[in-house]
Nanobody, 126 residues
Framework: QVQLVESGGGLVQAGGSLRLSCAASGRPMGQYTMGWFRRVPGKEREFVAAIRWRSGRSYIPSRVEGRVTIVADSAKNTGYLQLDSLTPEDTGVYYC???????????????????WGQGIQVTVSS
């Protein structure tokens, strides 16, 4: 079993930055893919970024490319999501997720992740 705990959310003004953390316990993340998703009211979970822990390869959709960075710290078994140039449209609950078996074609699909954190609120004021 893998437990994931997010931290680092909060309230920030438009144009600001936040760094979200996802601390993993229970298993070393070396064989895992970690993904970040966000949920806004009335919408499905939206893919934000993912990283393959062992290779360090990241996957970031074009709509947030240039504003989002994802990194993995093996020493701390913790992943980080850096959010820059935030806008009110970035407001939502952010979740980290992990799975050991995802192939690249499915990395954007939340249904493919077995383990989830509890989520953390990010609010961007205008």
């Amino acid at each position: 079993q893998v437990q994931l705990v997010e931290s680092g959310g909060g309230l920030v003004q438009a144009g600001g930055s936040l760094r979200l953390s996802c601390a993993a316990s229970g298993r070393p993340m070396g064989q895992y893919t970690m993904g970040w998703f966000r949920r806004v009211p009335g919408k499905e979970r939206e893919f934000v970024a993912a990283i393959r822990w062992r290779s360090g390869r990241s996957y970031i959709p074009s709509r947030v490319e240039g504003r989002v960075t994802i990194v993995a710290d093996s020493a701390k078994n913790t992943g980080y999501l850096q959010l820059d140039s935030l806008t009110p449209e970035d407001t939502g609950v952010y979740y980290c997720a992990a799975d050991p078996t995802i192939d690249p074609s499915s990395i954007f699909d939340p249904r493919r992740y077995a383990y989830w954190g509890q989520g953390i609120q990010v609010t961007v004021s205008s």
